[in-house]
């Protein structure tokens, strides 16, 4: 079946470093690649997403690139921000060439960034 | 325009006790997804509605859970005889239509059984 494997957390940095989050999966098909994130208090709600091969989702200055050679979706981020602390979740799904309409998350990677 | 809204938001009751929670999901979404999430765990699927279909209760981990779609719209998820292994934060997430549309979440309801 499918699996999405995320880094663990918490990953701790300073404003304005540089940030990576691991996220690779297992899935048959062709599935689309979604990164939601949890603010403290807050539903999950979506950051960004890629439907097809080598495509970069990006959003408020994150991207990530869907790279089907190496069933990975990292989350990247030039400089983050305090407000940017929160609960990140790597997830795929079908597309519309096929796979399982039902979604598959990861366990989520913290992340908390101080001043 | 407003979003997906779960009720209660939380919710404690004793070991035994039957639990209904209520997800109210974005107008005009035909596709509505219950999850559960543990401590320290990801997102588990429960199950999903989609339009006037037969839902995929796949994911149900037990007969004590069931759920219901009225009228397309609003849900109702029930746990029966609840056990303390049941507490959870329960997820509802509504899209426009199949799983490679944006889910939209709503905030949980935090169960907790003693």
């Known amino acids: 079946g499918n699996s999405v494997t995320q880094m663990e957390g918490p990953v701790t940095l300073s404003e304005e470093a540089f940030l990576t989050i691991n996220c690779t999966y297992t899935?048959?098909?062709?599935?689309?690649l979604f990164w939601y994130v949890q603010y403290p208090g807050e539903g999950l709600q979506l950051l960004l997403k890629a439907t097809k091969a080598d495509d970069k989702g990006s959003n408020k200055g994150f991207e990530a690139t869907y790279r089907k050679e190496t069933t990975s979706f990292h989350l990247e981020k030039g400089s983050v921000q305090v407000s940017d602390s929160a609960v990140y979740f790597c997830a795929l799904s079908g597309s519309a060439s096929g796979g399982s309409y039902i979604p598959t998350f990861g366990r989520g990677t913290s992340l908390i960034v101080h001043p | 325009g407003a979003g997906v809204s779960q009720s209660p938001s939380n919710k404690v009751t004793e070991k035994g006790k039957d639990v209904e929670l209520r997800c109210d999901p974005i107008s005009g979404h035909t596709a509505l997804y219950w999850y559960r999430q543990s401590l320290g765990q990801g997102l588990e699927f429960l199950i999903y509605?989609?339009?006037?279909?037969?839902?995929?209760k796949s994911g149900l981990p037990s007969d004590r859970f069931s759920a219901e779609r009225t009228g397309g719209s609003v849900s109702t998820l029930t746990i029966q005889r609840t056990q303390q292994e049941d507490s959870a934060v329960y997820l509802c997430?509504?899209?426009?239509?199949?799983?490679?549309?944006?889910?939209?979440f709503g905030p949980g309801t935090r169960l907790l059984v003693l």
């Open positions: 509605f989609q339009g006037n279909s037969a839902p995929d």
């Open positions: 997430a509504s899209s426009l239509g199949v799983a490679w549309e944006t889910q939209y």
């Open positions: 899935a048959t098909g062709y599935p689309s």
